[in-house]
């Protein structure tokens, strides 16, 4: 009846507009009420002081990347520890391999010292 391709045109004009709904309803729905007491900048209740927009330094970004990788790392180990009874060799030889291969750029990062807390 229908082609692949139809389903795949289908997602391509559904995907944006469903995207872009919730935004343009949230604009023409939403309270709109500006003023100086909003559009300051909030600092967990505090007054800011001086500028707001400070540069840090790029090492804090590598220790967010350096998170985000272990943190889907574990992502990915939970089903593999869920599922430990019922999987054969091939599974626990790529489960095996992905440890090595995060442990490999957790190495690499020690030893070029982003870890070091300066």
Known sequence: ??????????FVVIVPVLAVAPMMMNRMMGPHKPNPIKQQTYECGIETVGDSWVQFKVQYYIYALVFVIFDIEAVFLFPVAAAYGVLNWFAIGA????????????????????????
Not at 1 to 10: E, G, K, R
Not at 103 to 116: I, M, N, Q, S, T
């Open 95 to 118: 489960t095996l391999l992905f440890i090595l291969l995060l442990a490999d750029g957790l190495a690499y990062a020690w030893g070029r010292g982003v870890l070091k807390w300066i």
């Open 1 to 10: 009846m229908y082609s692949d391709w139809f389903f795949i045109l289908l």
